[in-house]
Structures are given as C-alpha cells and as structure tokens.
C-alpha cells in the first residue's frame, strides 16, 4: 500500500484479539495485534514497529503491467467457477488490467485471449435495492449496461448485468456470466466471452491494445 500513490493510509482493524465467546454478531477472529491475555503477536508487531513509512512512501515504484504491455493468455476455462471468492481467481489480472480512460472510473476491466475468444472481466459495484420495486423485480432497464465496441464501425454488443438476475446479451454468438446480490450485496462481477469469428477469424492470435476498445 505504501507504494500506491492514492494511499494516504492504512489503519489495523483493531488492537486486541476478539472476546472467548466472539461479538455480538457471532465474529470471533483473532484480529489484533495482541491476544485476550494481552500478550503480542510478536513476529507482527516487531515488523509493525520496525516500518519506516515516510521512507517506504518516498521510495520510487516499479511501474506495473498491465494490458498496454500486451494481452495475457486466459487460464484453461475463463469462465469457470464463477461463484463467490471464485470468480476471475484464475486470471491473470495483473497483466490483464485495462486502464481506465474516464475520468471517474466505476469498476475495473480485464482482458485475456486463448485461440477461440477473447475474455473480458469486469469487477464494479451493484447498489439495487429490490424492495424499492413492486414485486420486487427490477426492470431491465434498471439494471447496469455492459457495452463493448468490436472496432469503430462495428455495432455495440450490450449485456445486462447485475440486480441477482441472469445476464442477457443482445449477441447471440457472445456468452455472458454475472454474479451479483441485491439490498447491500455491492458485488457486481461478470464475464464475457467474444468468439474469435467476432473480429473475423476462425482463431485468436491474440490482440493488441488498438485493435479492440472495450466501454464499461
């Protein structure tokens, strides 16, 4: 964190070990930097009182990679698992980071390429209350809009996502994955496999960072 430059700070969630018995919630997690006797956890705060952060912060970052350094291959199945702690694990998200060109970004993208598709993964935010709703369905259009851009003359490919529905794209070639909640459930994250019969091949050779512009 002290190499990231919107890092200001970092607080540790608290200073003892929770109660015997746990909280009122029935949490009971050895948090602290000690435990219920008050004794410390002493490999932890030994390295806690030994950080330099003013120097750690002042230390020049390596730059990381991400996408414009080239798409990474996907893992075996993409779209496997997508399930909560799951979903997009295999990924190489590291070097399949797309960086944002809004000003004010609203989730995170990935991208990754095997010889049939191109991968895209989307980690956002879904704020849907369902209660708010008659019938507590939420229309479809209420529900975020995933667009993607084959090329500059191409016709947008659109997916629903979110809102704990199934997804539903507009391209029957494209499949779509999501796993979403609702009512403080703020997880969105979703995937998209684009066919390599999409850009015009039978298959991948991988792409480039100008050959595809992804919207989200």
């Not at 890092?7 to 219920?36: C, K, M, S």
């Not at 399930?83 to 960086?99: I, S, Y």
Request: aromatic fraction near 10%; charge should be neutral; proline fraction near 7%.
């Amino acid at each position: 964190m002290a190499s990231l430059p919107y890092v200001i700070g970092a607080d540790w969630f608290q200073y003892y070990d929770e109660p015997t018995h746990g909280r009122f919630d029935g949490e009971n997690f050895n948090f602290g930097l000690v435990d219920i006797q008050d004794r410390p956890y002493e490999a932890l705060t030994a390295m806690a009182a030994s950080l330099d952060l003013a120097a750690l912060k002042g230390r020049a970052g390596r730059p990381r990679a991400d996408a414009n350094q080239g798409i990474p291959p996907a893992p075996r199945d993409p779209l496997e698992g997508f399930a909560p702690g799951l979903a997009l694990k295999r990924w190489d998200r590291e070097r399949g980071f797309v960086q944002p060109v809004s000003e004010f970004p609203l989730a995170d993208l990935y991208v990754c390429w095997n010889s049939k598709a191109v991968y895209l993964g989307l980690y956002a935010q879904d704020v849907v209350e369902d209660v708010l709703y008659r019938g507590k369905t939420v229309p479809a259009g209420d529900r975020a809009e995933w667009t993607v851009s084959l090329g500059e003359h191409a016709r947008l490919i659109r997916a629903r996502i979110g809102a704990g529905r199934e997804p539903v794209a507009d391209a029957p070639a494209v499949r779509v994955v999501n796993l979403s909640g609702v009512n403080g459930d703020l997880r969105n994250i979703a995937g998209m496999e684009l066919p390599a019969r999409l850009f015009g091949r039978h298959r991948s050779n991988g792409v480039t960072r100008s050959s595809w512009r992804p919207r989200c």
